[in-house]
């Protein structure tokens, strides 16, 4: 997994990635590759501050001598991360992959096209979380003076990652082959988030204490790593952007229309802020909320795209009947949200359900599972649907039950992950209307706390079947990672959620024997932009064998301006 940073400071970057970190966390770190020149000077010995400036300087001279500027900064730092269980590669494993990389992303000579870039791998031992990794800082002035293009600097590391994942037997990004991605976090909101995650799992863990009674070590005793386990499993679960996330799904999956969902949004406590077409004020193109702030601090709002790829507003109106009158009341509610005035028109969502509703919803959700073995495992929009509505139903439950995001929440935020598809959906056919929005809507309104009713103990048995077909799509589709953590920490948190409810009646939720027909082989897929980042890698690897290299540095000295002709009344063209 690749992460791009710019600056320009090669001195400071080296000397970070060459001392001991923000928590002492790099241990023994040294070169496993770079340019010919300080391949030459350096070997695999632990690199000191001292030698890691005179590094700095070598990569820095092109920039400096010549006086080249570049906008965004000269500076091109990217990290190269494998998954803990992906185990610890070797250092000249990690000079192969690096070299490819740098090849791939054309800071090489590119087919002997173009003056070097110089660049350099450091490795430095495992990052907090278990994961080796190398850091790749590249000098974006070449040694004639040009400079190296980072247009699309993001995408093509991307493609790069993938096709590095082909050529070295890593393992595939299951998402990627999936077509489906979820959103990163910056330093700072990790940050909040891992401090938050610290609150929650203390809470969590003295109020089990509390409840268990006896003799139990304090939090504040407890082994360090037991603490750093606990806070870890909280880390998702607590970041704010997926709290808002689960109360954004849960509203849209228990709307029957986008008026409906401003209502909601607005009940459930989020501060809602519509985005309108340039110079309109009834045509709504996206929309941002925020958590409520404390008084004195001002709000900080996550767009619905920002915040999950399937709660943008162009795929959640997919999900709903679209005409003028239903346009003009959803405008009309969004109005009413950014000038913080009562709802226009009140629905639904202000009365209680009728209580036979949930036997019917419930039958709603057997037949749709039913329709769900003819599904072609290729239909990503039908699947991507399902798991976006079953997960809108666990998170509307979660938002009703639990004071602290809690097992329904894990589960609601696992499934989501198979609604995070890179295109948008198709509108939804007659047959797909049959979906989980009714039992998002029912359970949004569970009563807080207590043992739940013998209705939701029934529904949550063909909830647990719906999250069986999307765990079966997923393992015929090759997506083995995102399949097991459906099984096992999505299983195990609703049968926890499921021994605290009634025995529900007789009917039959699906069991793990049951398949979905139509399998398809998805490993040989590469696509176009992957495959041609594995090209470029083997054109330079070839290049490499075939050629003398020097392990003296490039001369510096600016390109030759090119010869220009000038006009002449007197004697025509002149050089």
Known sequence: MPNITRGDRMSGLVTYLVGGGRHNEHTEPHLVAGDD?????????????????????????????????????????ASLSLRAEEGIKTDAEWNAIATDFVAAMGFDDNDGTKALCRWVAIRHGLSKSGNDHVHIAVNLVRDDGTKASTHLDYVRAQNAARALEVKHDLEVLESSRGERATRGYSPAEQAKVEERSALFAQRKYEAHAEKIGGDVTPWHQLDPRERHARITAEIRLNAPRNDLARKVRACASASENEAEFVRRLRRSGVVVRPRYADGQTDVITGYSVAAKPAPGERPIWYGGGHMGRDLSLPRLRAEWPDSPTGAMDAAAEWNAAKRNQRPVAPGRETSEPDP????????????????????????????????????????????????????????????????????????????????????????????????????????????????????????????????????????????????????????????????????????????????????????????????????????????????????????????
């Not at 300080?38 to 920039?63: C, F, K, Q, T, V």
């Not at 599904?375 to 938002?399: E, I, K, M, Y």
């Not at 809507?441 to 719906?466: E, F, I, K, N």
């Not at 932009?529 to 490499?544: P, W």
Request: aromatic fraction near 4%; charged fraction near 25%; hydrophobic fraction near 40%.
């Open 37 to 77: 020149a300080l391949m030459a000077w350096y070997d695999d010995a632990e690199l000191s501050r001292e030698s890691g400036l005179a590094i700095a300087r070598h990569l820095d001279r092109p920039h400096k001598q010549l006086g080249v500027d570049v906008n965004g900064g000269h500076v091109w730092h």
């Open 356 to 575: 036979e509703l949930w036997d019917r919803c419930t039958a709603e959700l057997n037949e749709l599972h039913d329709r769900l073995r003819s599904v072609p495992l290729d239909d990503r929009d039908t699947w991507a649907r399902v798991a976006r509505q079953t997960s809108g139903a666990f998170a509307a439950w979660s938002n009703a039950v639990e004071e602290i995001p809690g097992d329904l929440a894990a589960a609601s935020d696992e499934l989501a992950k198979s609604a995070q598809t890179y295109r948008g959906q198709v509108k939804a056919q007659k047959a797909g209307r049959v979906s989980a929005g009714g039992a998002a809507m029912l359970l949004a309104s569970a009563v807080r706390g207590g043992q739940g009713t013998a209705a939701q103990a029934a529904m949550l048995r063909q909830l647990m079947g719906l999250t069986q077909a999307v765990y079966e799509a997923a393992k015929a589709a090759q997506q083995a990672r995102h399949a097991e953590a459906i099984a096992t920490e999505v299983r195990t948190r609703l049968g926890r959620v499921r021994a605290a409810l009634p025995v529900a009646s007789t009917s039959v939720a699906p069991t793990a024997t049951q398949t979905v027909p139509g399998r398809i082989d998805m490993s040989a897929v590469v696509d176009e932009a992957t495959r041609e980042a594995l090209d470029k890698m083997n054109r330079a690897e070839e290049n490499r064998r075939k050629g003398t290299t020097s392990p003296l540095p490039s001369t510096i000295e600016p390109t030759r301006p090119r010869t220009t002709t000038t006009p002449s009344r007197d004697r025509g063209t002149e050089r």
